[in-house]
């Protein structure tokens, strides 16, 4: 597992989303939500669709190569209302994408936020309250 | 060519034979049909083609539509979201759950031990099976409700499922007719203030409530659905029996809000997609095949 040679930091805002199973197209038990990555690389596809968007990612393997990471996001409907479009993100971009990884150590995470080009983070969270725009405060 | 393909035509075979097929259909049309596009079918031609359930009138013939009926107590139409105020937890339908048969108790020690690695368990819905009743209801996408004086009809904002919940008075289909389906047959009646749903004919393959807890096809529901806080929110308290997984009846009330800045728009499952998503089954599969090519 080539986590652990990028950043890996465990967060206590992801901890209290442990009982939050997600946005329940599926089960979530595949993501360790204690534990979060950030990983810079080139989008090699990103994909606008329900019920869920997708981020093909990339990264450098330190080998002259690159390693495809799959990050999955919400539902369009709600990253429109952060602030993401179709267009948000395109192929060829240098982006930096935090999620939380999959438990099993395979190359795919749940989106946490990305960092643009021109520096613009775009996040799956409600800028209101720092939660995930679909998982009520009370968790 | 496998065993199953070795029973079948090749394609350039089976092309004539369809046109035959198409030939013999036309001729069974009267001639003038065939050229004044002002004939129709006769009844008998269109029974021979048409789904329909001979002497019960549809939820939607203008003279079922029609017929004098008391006033509803309330009425559903509209857009719905799942009251989570409780926590996210709240769009299982348990703990407290009812005491389990061999199956379901197996199930319940099983799903946690593999969410216990990190695995998933009986994840159906994420490889496109339906989610159907209960789950269907709470997936923490809108809802939409049409009420007809007839039927009720849902559309669920997560995979567009479809349900109908009848209210001419009909009786449930003769099982031995009905084809079960994930949202099963609804039948429902007014009691009071109270929507009454009585709703049996499950599919039961891949079909479970929360997390893997199976079903059979004795499984049987009850909603009881009244109108509150003024018309904005919808309480279903919900009624389950099942006597081979668990004992008695298995209740959740759960509350639905209206919502109005919100419709209920095309979503679909497709394999495709879910090949890119990592916390599905056959996302995990796209994985382990980057790293065997590489």
Known sequence: MKIGKWACVPVALAATMISAPGRTHHSFAMFDQTQVVTLKGQVAQFQWTNPHAFIELDVPDGKGGSDRWSIELNSPNNLTRQGWRRSSLMPGQTVSVTFNPLRNGKKGGLFNKVILPDGKVLGDMSNASGRPINVPSAD | ?294
């Open chain 2, 1 to 294: 060519m496998t065993a199953r393909n070795a029973h079948q035509p090749r394609r350039a075979e089976r092309l004539p034979r369809l046109g035959l097929t198409i030939a013999a259909l036309l001729l069974t049309i009267p001639a003038e049909a065939q050229t004044d596009r002002n004939r129709r079918l006769t009844p008998e031609q269109l029974d021979t083609m048409q789904q329909r359930h001979p002497g019960l009138a549809g939820a939607l013939d203008p003279a079922n539509l029609a017929k004098p009926r008391p006033t509803p107590p309330f009425n559903m139409t509209g857009t719905w979201f799942v009251d989570l105020s409780e926590g996210f937890n709240k769009f299982r339908f348990g703990p407290p759950y009812p005491e389990f048969l061999e199956a379901g108790q197996k199930a319940l020690a099983e799903g946690e031990a593999t969410r216990a690695r990190g695995e998933n368990y009986r994840d159906s819905i994420g490889q496109c099976y339906p989610a159907g009743m209960p789950m269907i209801m709470t997936r923490v996408w809108p809802i939409m409700f049409i009420q007809m004086p007839t039927a009720i009809y849902m559309v669920a904002g997560f995979t567009n499922s479809f349900r109908t919940i009848y209210l001419d008075g009909r009786a449930h289909t003769d099982p031995d007719i009905y084809v079960p389906t994930y949202n099963g047959e609804s039948i429902g009646h007014w009691e009071g203030d109270t929507l009454v749903v009585d709703t049996q004919g499950f599919e039961t393959d891949h079909h479970w409530i929360d997390t893997g807890l199976p079903i059979s096809d004795q499984f049987h529901m009850i909603e009881r659905i009244r109108m509150i806080n003024g018309g904005n929110t919808l309480e279903i308290e919900y009624i389950m029996t099942d006597p081979q997984n668990w004992k008695g009846a298995w209740r959740n009330t759960k509350r639905w809000d209206r919502v109005t800045e919100a419709d209920i728009g095309e979503v679909e499952c497709t394999e495709a997609r879910n090949a890119n998503l990592p916390g599905t089954d056959r996302g995990q599969q796209t994985l382990d095949e980057r790293e065997e090519k590489k």
